[in-house]
């Protein structure tokens, strides 16, 4: 009887198991674009456009940097 029991469990988890996991694993999301999410979130799109969250996203440049660094020396850690 210990042995059917043992028996049981073990293909309880040899072949049970592993179909429950896969069955609940969700697909993994894609990603689908900023303006795909704004034609919903109209309101929270401009917000962000108009943060400085948006600016760390920008590729630096003469537009896009806000400071003069012409000659500027930075030391870290002596």
Same mark, same amino acid.
């Given at each position: 009887m210990?042995?059917?029991?043992?028996?049981?469990?073990?293909w309880?988890l040899? /072949?049970?198991?592993?179909?429950?996991? !896969?069955a609940?694993t969700?697909?993994?999301?894609?990603y689908? %674009?900023?303006? &795909?999410?704004?034609?919903?979130?109209? /309101?929270?799109?401009?917000?962000w456009? !108009?943060?400085?969250?948006?600016?760390?996203w920008?590729?630096? %440049?003469?537009a &896009?940097?806000d400071?003069?660094?012409?000659?500027?020396e930075?030391?870290?850690?002596?």
């Amino acid at each position: 009887m210990i042995f059917l029991t043992r028996l049981g469990f073990l293909w309880f988890l040899f /072949a049970v198991v592993p179909t429950l996991a !896969s069955a609940q694993t969700p697909d993994v999301p894609r990603y689908v %674009g900023s303006e &795909t999410c704004a034609t919903c979130h109209a /309101a929270e799109t401009e917000a962000w456009r !108009s943060s400085h969250h948006a600016k760390a996203w920008m590729e630096p %440049g003469e537009a &896009t940097v806000d400071g003069d660094f012409d000659n500027a020396e930075f030391t870290h850690r002596g």
